[in-house]
């Protein structure tokens, strides 16, 4: 085997798999090098099991990063409508599921293998640990040592350990000298205080629709009441741009006036508890859980307007505190990473570090829930390889 090569390739997931096809579809001789036994193994459980590999509505308003206007470049000249037809020319169906979402109509696997047919001609070593990275740039594996004048890192962020997440590639980017900022689980359940255990207790299970606020990004989505706490679209979204100790805003009565049908059942005579009136817009157990923990158990005509008001006022403007989140275990993807303001827009390369690429998850950008993420995988990777 001659151990040189026009690049290596440092990460076997979406961006790594992504830019080592391109790469070697330009002519260059490319090594990827994978620490686990398989490659693609983040795609396989995405989407469950159908992999969401990209969202029509892209937009740089989707992601989250230290410099929002990073990711505009990458975005805008790898779109996913480039992806949407590299899936057609492999003759994989997809749907779209809701809200520009795009699945496979089958297994997450035909992403992997759509990936693995584009990477002919791409050598790859799987189980292989890199131990040493040097400049120039001759990297030591436990397969032995391989040098390239450019190297691109693509080896994810901290979310889902059991995996194979790990912190490699924020301690090669200060190994260099680049900044990396604070990383912390993104897209991830939120857990309940001692209080909200004991006042949620027999609810894991419940859905609603709910409007989540945090940070200053808004998501009109799902909740779900789990045994340790809240999850769901809205809240998973929403914890992306929460800092701990902050108060989330959650609305659990979106677009409706409540002041409006509260006083105008009650004027029309109605003879009911207030409690009942949460029926129409929560599930039964929470709003007979609400009801019970907020004392709305008098009859609606027994109960001043003012009251009333303030109870709706309480249901779309309920600020709950979270205790933390569920952590890296359960996030989808980490926030934080390689500071942008070290890397080049258009190519992803180090400023200071000539011939160091960084793309997907390891850099500071991170993308909303549904099919966000996969895209700027994509894009980024596309911006790498070109550079290649």
Not at 42 to 53: D, E, H
Not at 290 to 307: M, V
Request: aromatic share 8%; glycine share 12%.
């Amino acid at each position: 085997m001659n151990n040189d090569y026009d690049a290596i390739i440092v990460g076997g997931g979406a961006a790594g798999l992504f830019c080592a096809g391109i790469g070697a579809q330009r002519g260059r001789r490319i090594l990827l090098i994978e620490h686990g036994e398989t490659v693609g193994r983040k795609i396989l459980i995405s989407g469950g099991g159908r992999c969401n590999f990209t969202n029509t509505g892209t937009r740089p308003e989707n992601f989250l990063s230290g410099n929002p206007h990073f990711a505009k470049s990458a975005l805008a000249r790898y779109t996913p409508a480039d992806f949407i037809g590299l899936v057609e020319r492999h003759g994989i169906a997809w749907h779209e599921k809701k809200l520009g979402q795009l699945f496979c109509d089958g297994a997450a696997q035909q992403i992997v293998d759509l990936l693995k047919a584009e990477c002919a001609g791409v050598e790859m070593l799987t189980g292989t640990q890199v131990e040493g990275v040097e400049t120039g740039y001759l990297v030591r594996t436990s397969a032995g040592e391989f040098r390239a004048p450019k190297l691109v890192v693509a080896t994810g962020g901290l979310s889902i350990p059991k995996i194979g997440a790990t912190d490699w590639g924020y301690r090669l980017a200060k190994q260099f000298g680049l900044a990396v900022k604070s990383t912390r689980p993104a897209l991830v359940p939120l857990t309940f205080t001692h209080t909200d255990v004991r006042d949620f207790e027999g609810l894991a299970g419940v859905a609603t629709e709910v409007l989540a606020e945090a940070g200053g990004a808004r998501f009109a989505e799902r909740l779900l009441v789990t045994h340790r706490g809240l999850s769901g679209p809205a809240i998973l979204q929403a914890s992306s741009y929460w800092q701990p100790g902050e108060a989330m805003r959650i609305n659990l009565a979106p677009g409706r006036d409540l002041d409006d049908e509260f006083l105008g059942r009650k004027h029309a005579g109605e003879r009911t508890q207030v409690k009942t009136l949460l029926t129409a817009f929560l599930p039964q157990r929470l709003a007979d859980r609400w009801g019970q923990l907020h004392a709305l158990d008098k009859p609606l005509a027994h109960t001043r307007d003012a009251d009333l008001k303030a109870t709706a006022k309480q249901l779309q403007n309920w600020y709950w505190r979270p205790a933390g989140t569920e952590g890296y275990e359960k996030a989808e993807v980490t926030a934080g990473g390689v500071d942008t303001q070290e890397l080049s827009s258009k190519t992803m390369e180090s400023r200071r570090v000539p011939g160091l690429y960084w793309i997907g998850e390891v850099v500071d950008v991170t993308g909303q829930l549904g099919g966000y993420n996969f895209q700027w995988a994509w894009a980024s990777a596309f911006a790498a390889a070109e550079a290649l």
